[in-house]
DNA sequence: AAGTGGTCTAGACCACGCG
DNA sequence: GCGTGGTCTAGACCACTTA
């Protein structure tokens, strides 16, 4: 019998995992309910419960009422991604950050942009293409459409300065965002901006950004050929 | 003057949502404490309480002892992806999954893999390369080393039937692990497996899995070109 | 020194979902 | 029906950090 010396949710989230971690809890058993285990722990139920569901929330444990709480089978990894801003996410390398505007315009989108972002096939759109750079050398190409029905501020906005990005997370607000990453093989187009090998194969971000019901900016990011995109279990 | 109606957790978090999506709480700005929140919506500290944290995990406030609460200015979107089993993720889709051993074989894995697993440059590895199929076309290849000084029972899998990946998740503890997605081009014998064209741009999955200080296994999944690594905001 | 978030407790009620 | 997790409450103490 355990007893005492389990007084902060983190001690019990511990112990938890220890179980679980040299098998004495094994995959896919059940393990004693919150009022048991606090019982066994010495503490409240409270505490007990907020560790479990820190447990289930990274995926190890698996809960439903009445039936119990079991150790996960399959833990399906829930990898935490932190998709900063670029900006951000070079200067934290301790990297130099550079940004150069390519392109700015407002036009005709095609119909796959018009279509994703729910914007009338006739609606002209903001179109921004910017350079992302890391001491010196590219970082990331950019490729934005900004739904000005939604938006109209932004024509009065070069983004000669400030990447659209920032611009419209501190402007904007949104409630909702799709994010999809893949490969893509660089076009001639984008290996001359980029500097790298025509058909390099880049690792590539869409991200559909929404404010209810109305999208606000549809944006694809090739990031240079090495890069990596990092979590941890 | 807003009054009770405040009741879950949940419902605090919407409201608290609202004020910073229509900028009612600006970028930057303080919010009031968890105790005039909490007198201002009728329900207990601990329930303000749960809901600022929620929205502290996900990044749109940041907190500090004695400096208060205020609404993030670049919040650092946490997408959390979602690493399931290859053959769940294919299941999940609808599609019939299939698997095929390539070769298994114990061998003495290039100095990358047994410095990056902190392995003897003289220890031999278990080299399993494996062929997961969706609807009888391949959807990813996986190239994997495990650390048969620590997975000795190992050496009597065949790996013929179950994927290396379940078996080990069912029969090896880890602690942790690091994860990294990049885009690499499918060299002329990945293309030949992977059924597409030489030079084609695949999303690749590297993952080194780890228990305490030791190396549990490493491993290498070139997904079919299309693939997409999908999340929201 | 003092204000703020972080947490624990004991007790309570409730919703869900097995059996 | 009833056991389980999910949550709320009121009060308390503490840790951290800034003023």
Chains 1, 2 share one sequence.
């Not at 409270?46 to 447990?55: E, F, K, P, Y």
């Not at 089978?73 to 990898?79: E, I, N």
């Not at 505007?101 to 914007?119: C, D, F, N, Y």
């Not at 002209?124 to 459409?145: C, G, I, M, Q, T």
């Amino acid at each position: 019998m355990t007893s005492a010396a389990f007084q902060t949710w983190q001690s019990v989230r511990d112990e938890v995992l220890r179980r679980i971690q040299t098998r004495e809890w094994k995959p896919g058993a059940a393990i004693p309910n919150e009022a048991d285990l606090a019982l066994e722990l010495g503490c409240a139920r409270s505490t007990v419960n907020r560790a479990l569901r820190s447990l289930a929330d990274s995926g190890l444990l698996e809960r439903r009422r009445k039936a119990g709480t079991r150790v996960a089978t399959q833990p399906v990894a829930k990898a935490t991604l932190d998709i900063a801003v670029i900006r951000h996410e070079v200067e934290s390398r301790g990297d130099k950050y550079g940004y150069q505007l390519i392109e700015r315009v407002l036009k005709l989108p095609p119909v796959a942009v018009s279509g994703a972002m729910q914007t009338a096939a006739s609606a002209e759109l903001l179109f921004v293409s910017a350079l992302h750079l890391a001491n010196d050398k590219p970082y990331a190409l950019e490729e934005r459409w900004i739904n000005t029905g939604l938006v109209a501020t932004a024509l009065d906005e070069t983004f000669g300065a400030i990447s659209a990005n920032e611009w419209l997370l501190e402007h904007v607000p949104y409630t909702h965002g799709d994010i999809a990453f893949s490969a893509s093989v660089a076009s001639a187009e984008v290996a001359r901006r980029m500097e790298c090998a025509p058909q390099s194969a880049l690792l590539t971000m869409d991200r559909l950004t929404w404010n209810h019901d109305a999208s606000v900016t549809k944006v694809r990011v090739y990031f240079r050929p090495d890069h990596q995109l990092r979590t941890n279990l």
